[in-house]
């Protein structure tokens, strides 16, 4: 599927038809799919802005929850999402967003490696996403500093939440056009 199935007809599509919305939408995660696929099931949503509010909504509701399962199921989340100028990547979207990360200086992809792990060990069970949306690799290597910095685990997982619906609603504008 390159593109998306009118929002109206998600209530009577298969799980897997819905799946694959989802990991357009956002990226392949079972935990994200067991989350959300109720909802898709039996909500009928007007667009596909709608939708990803909604899912915005169930993701703020584990970030703002103090269960270990709940934290453990968002952070499973958010690491859907591959490493910045990481190599391998799975999701087609996500090949496409990052190709400018790949360009450039050894040094700069090494830094960007570097911060990366800094980001992980910062925070554990995250990974650092962001609407990279064309911005240059030093832009977003100031956002991950500044963030690292931050410090706050709390703020953070909110920071990914909206990255990864920004992302998810820059593909849904590209995949209905």
């Given at each position: 599927m390159t593109s998306l199935p009118p929002v109206s007809t998600l209530p009577?599509?298969?799980?897997?038809?819905?799946?694959t919305?989802?990991?357009l939408l956002f990226e392949p995660s079972l935990p994200l799919n067991a989350l959300t696929l109720p909802v898709l099931r039996s909500t009928t949503f007007s667009s596909y802005e709608v939708l990803i509010t909604a899912v915005n909504a169930q993701l703020k509701a584990l970030a703002s929850s103090d269960s270990p399962e709940d934290v453990k199921k968002l952070s499973e989340i958010l690491c859907s999402h591959p490493r910045l100028g990481e190599k391998k990547v799975e999701s087609e979207q996500s090949r496409k967003e990052q190709a400018q990360l790949h360009q450039g200086a050894e040094e700069e992809k090494e830094k960007l490696e570097s911060l990366n792990r800094e980001y992980e060990a910062k925070f554990p069970g995250l990974r650092y996403v962001v609407f990279v949306n064309g911005r240059p690799r030093p832009v977003i290597m100031e956002n991950m500093r500044t963030r690292i910095d931050g410090g706050d685990i709390k703020?953070?997982?909110?920071?990914?939440?909206q990255a990864m619906c920004d992302i998810?609603?820059?593909r849904a504008?590209?995949?209905q056009a």
């Open positions: 009577h599509a298969s799980d897997s038809e819905l799946t919305v989802l990991d703020a953070e997982r909110q920071e990914a939440i998810a609603l820059d504008t590209k995949l």
